[in-house]
């Protein structure tokens, strides 16, 4: 079985299709889907949304894109929310948090305060926790890294990882795995294959952000979480491996990094 450690399936490009593009992924193989949560008005419609189908768990958090939207009673909801989400099995981590240095108005300088702020909050929240973060890291992980250093949460994933062969290295040795997806299946990304077919196996986890980030051979139109296999199957290709391995190690590394993941 298949493991996505992101989607939003609970996107309106899914419009009533959400269960259904669950159900079309477990005939897949798709074992389990992790949810994230981007803002707190979403916060009940993942966790519904992971309740209502027996393969998927779900994440709450504020990520960057919603942070110029969000106020500070924000963080006491996520608290709050996180605190009562605990006894709740289908909830696995803080996400999706983290830092956008690439949309512009998000890269001025008041913006980037803020969402570090928040990023920081939510670390310490994770940290109270336990929880593992699913992190954003868009023209951000020298910045990312530097915090996760100084707030360390119980490990977690770096959501379509696009750094450095070093920066891989640093989230690895902080307990962190690696998010590749569709910019994996792409020829053109030498840089992301070839850290896809180089670094150890043990800190890639597989992940579609279905509705984004489309494979090449679904590209533009919307990504769903049934790809995860064919993408398994490219990394496959990368490593000289078969793809039953690819799939049972992608796997165990979700539920190693995702402890509170459903059987």
Request: glycine content about 6%; charged content about 20%; aromatic content about 6%.
């Amino acid at each position: 079985m298949w493991i996505d450690t992101h989607c939003h399936l609970d996107a309106h490009e899914f419009g009533n299709e959400s269960v259904a593009q669950a159900a079309l992924a477990k005939a897949q193989g798709v074992g389990m889907i992790v949810i994230p949560a981007v803002e707190t008005a979403n916060f009940p419609i993942v966790a519904q949304l992971a309740a209502g189908v027996d393969n998927a768990c779900y994440a709450l958090g504020i990520h960057p894109i919603y942070v110029p939207h969000a106020a500070e009673d924000d963080l006491r909801v996520l608290h709050a929310q996180v605190a009562a989400a605990m006894a709740d099995p289908r909830f696995v981590a803080l996400g999706e948090i983290g830092l956008d240095f690439f949309i512009p108005m998000l890269n001025e300088p008041a913006m980037r305060e803020k969402q570090i702020h928040f990023f920081r909050e939510q670390l310490k929240i994770a940290r109270e926790f336990d929880l593992p973060v699913l992190m954003h890291v868009r023209r951000s992980q020298d910045v990312v890294l530097k915090h996760v250093r100084q707030i360390r949460p119980n490990g977690g994933i770096a959501h379509a990882f696009n750094g450095s062969e070093q920066q891989a290295r640093a989230y690895i040795d902080l307990g962190f795995k690696l998010g590749f997806g569709g910019a994996m299946t792409f020829t053109r990304a030498l840089q992301i294959r070839r850290l896809a077919a180089e670094l150890p196996l043990e800190a890639i986890v597989l992940e579609t952000d279905a509705p984004d980030i489309s494979p090449a051979w679904v590209h533009p139109g919307r990504n769903s979480p049934d790809q995860i296999p064919r993408i398994g199957a490219v990394l496959a290709e990368l490593r000289a491996m078969t793809v039953a391995q690819v799939a049972a190690i992608t796997s165990a590394n979700a539920r190693a990094v995702l402890p509170r993941m459903p059987a």
